[in-house]
């Protein structure tokens, strides 16, 4: 800012506009997740807890009882995805 006067306003540096915003819409849900879905997620979850890799992670699934729901096999992509 170029003056201490901004359109005839007196501003200080220490104020702020905040603003909150709510949005609703009968349109905007979340799906819920299956338990297959769940143990998915809990199964990468802890294997990232432990310092593995997202590919590491893809092979361990196509390796285990885990299967995929649209394809043939576990991507790292996929699994990078399952993150929340």
Do not use: A, C
């Amino acid at each position: 800012m170029w003056s201490s006067y901004d359109r005839g306003y007196f501003l200080t540096p220490n104020h702020y506009l905040n603003v909150v915003v709510e949005i609703t819409s009968p349109k905007l849900w979340v799906i819920p997740l299956s338990q297959s879905q769940k143990d998915k997620y809990e199964f990468i979850k802890e294997k990232r807890e432990q310092g593995y890799i997202y590919k590491e992670i893809s092979d361990m699934l196509n390796h285990s009882d885990f299967t995929p729901q649209r394809t043939d096999k576990f991507t790292s992509q996929q699994v990078w995805g399952f993150r929340i």
